[in-house]
């Protein structure tokens, strides 16, 4: 499949709406840290997950994913 737009591309968006679905296995792997809340915004240039989270002593952390499609090399 060529991609004909990037800004953003359906890859991107269907590659960030999956983090936002997986949020809950996600959080299995991070080690004593709760995910309190997901926003996603997907129309951006580059789609962005932000996760905020929350570790075992009560610290609020933030961790942003934005996606970027590499453009196609063909």
Do not use: C, W
Not at 25 to 34: D, P, S, V
């Amino acid at each position: 499949m060529k991609t004909v737009a990037y800004n953003p591309s359906t890859l991107e968006v269907d590659f960030a709406n999956a983090l936002y679905i997986l949020q809950g296995e996600i959080q299995k792997h991070l080690q004593g840290n709760q995910v309190i809340h997901v926003e996603s915004n997907l129309k951006r240039d580059n789609p962005m997950v932000k996760f905020n989270l929350l570790d075992k002593d009560g610290d609020p952390h933030e961790i942003v994913v934005r996606i970027v499609q590499i453009p196609d090399k063909f």
